[in-house]
């Protein structure tokens, strides 16, 4: 009588089990955690917000100036320099309308390379961890509302960059309204900030204290608004 039973499954060999080692969830997650421990520390190490005393290289100049600032912009914002400090070089450097510019163009970048990171490296080892219930209300929000939800999200400077955009990359968002609620909802502040670094000379201009009236209310606002949120977050 022929042995009908299945032939035993072959082991996968060490070079398989390796391969789908280091592409586990987890591997890649501890592989962001690297490259944005890395980041951070060489910002520590070149200190960009030099820039605020030293100010632009001689060779940088017009247009030039614009793109290489959203390249740094981008780059130190994935690395979590804050962004406030970037927004008022980007107006003591290239002035209000260039600086605004430049400081949206780069919010964008930094927010759009974080998100990136955050979908590729992290998002399959963090969803499972999704149980609370304000972790799953939040995610259903960034879920089925992109653009609304991020669109508050920028709009509301009481919430980190960097929580924003990896709370986003976790989420089933998708990539246009995610760019496109950070570019318009990055604006306003981001215009308070590059316009008070612009006006950083004559601290007494209407302009100035208009623009730093404008990020004194708006800090308050958020503080407000997150201490009288405090309780639903705690349950």
Sequence with gaps: MLDTADPPLA???????????????WSR??????????????VL??????????????YAGGGAAVVLFVVAYGLCGVAFVPRPLLNLAAGALLGSV???VAAVAGTVLAAGISFGLGRLLGQDALRPLLRGRWLRAADG?????????????????GVPFAAGNYGAAVSRMGWTPFLLATALGSVPNTAAYVIA????????????????????VTGVVAAVVAWRKRHHLAR
């Design 11 to 25: 082991e996968p060999s060490p070079g398989a089990r390796c391969s789908r080692a280091l592409l586990s969830p």
């Design 29 to 42: 997650l501890a592989l962001l955690v690297a490259v944005l421990g890395s980041a951070g520390a060489m």
């Design 45 to 58: 190490v070149f200190e960009p917000q030099r820039l605020l005393v030293d100010g632009w290289p001689g």
């Design 98 to 100: 260039s600086g605004l």
């Design 141 to 157: 929000q960034l879920s089925g509302h992109g653009f609304r939800s991020m669109l508050a999200i920028r709009l509301f400077p």
């Design 197 to 216: 670094g612009a006006r950083a000379t004559s601290p007494s201009s209407p302009v100035f204290l208009l623009a730093s009236g404008f990020i004194v």
